[in-house]
């Protein structure tokens, strides 16, 4: 069995100007039939945010349609999240629902 590495991407776009604070995650992961989804969040920071996930034969697929978004989120403005080496990537933003409890 392989090993199973999620990566993802924490894009954001903020403007205090026009009272703007945004997120956009982009991740590809396997699904339990073998396909490989590309599951992409957005929403206002510290909001509920929304998902979506879009289904591909292969992972060359998923990657290809990974890179159109990147591209499209970088022309509207979007930006790596970097993150310190002091902050655990846990605490990138979630879709789902807020306030409830994981377990």
């Not at 998923?62 to 080496?85: D, H, I, N």
Request: hydrophobic share 35%.
């Amino acid at each position: 069995m392989s090993e199973l590495t999620v990566q993802y991407l924490v894009l954001e776009r903020r403007d205090p100007a026009r009272n703007m604070a945004r997120f956009y995650v982009l991740t590809i992961e396997p699904t339990l039939f073998g396909d490989t989804a590309l599951v992409r969040a957005w929403g206002r920071l510290g909001g509920r945010g929304r998902r979506r996930l879009d289904l591909f034969d292969g992972q060359v697929q998923a990657v290809e349609a990974l890179e159109s978004w990147l591209r499209r989120k970088t022309r509207r403005g979007y930006v790596q999240r970097r993150f310190s080496r002091a902050e655990p990537a846990c605490n990138a933003p979630r879709a789902g629902r807020s306030g409830q409890n994981a377990n």
